[in-house]
């Protein structure tokens, strides 16, 4: 079993930052690329951003130089450091893993969402 666990969500200003964690657990081998998408309502869920494990970046075209992905190798955490929030962002935040597990099977894993609302 393995597990996400996203945190930092909540309320922001227009302008205003946020900083997302996602923290894995359970039974990990290893964690490949972890990735931040987002669904806004009534809208599919969409690539915000992803990093391989040796820090390989991609970012959705439209966020670039607003938002900002890291991760600790030795926490199994990402994360999604978010500026100069728009009311546009305004989503639920979903963490995603490739993760090897002890049992050498591979797979994709997501956490519960966290919401992130931007007020104008």
């Known amino acids: 079993q393995v597990q996400l666990v996203e945190s930092g969500g909540g309320l922001v200003q227009a302008g205003g930052s946020l900083r997302l964690s996602c923290a894995a657990s359970?039974?990990?081998?290893?964690?490949?690329?972890m990735g931040w998408y987002r669904q806004a309502p009534g809208n599919p869920r969409e690539l915000v951003a992803t990093i391989t494990r040796s820090g390989t970046t991609t970012y959705a075209d439209s966020l670039k130089g607003r938002f900002t992905i890291s991760r600790d190798n030795a926490k199994n955490t990402v994360y999604l450091q978010m500026n100069s929030l728009k009311p546009e962002d305004t989503a639920v935040y979903y963490c995603n893993a490739r993760v090897t597990t002890a049992g050498a099977t591979r797979a994709g894993h997501w956490g519960q969402g966290t919401q992130v609302t931007v007020s104008s």
């Open positions: 359970g039974s990990i081998f290893a964690i490949n690329t």
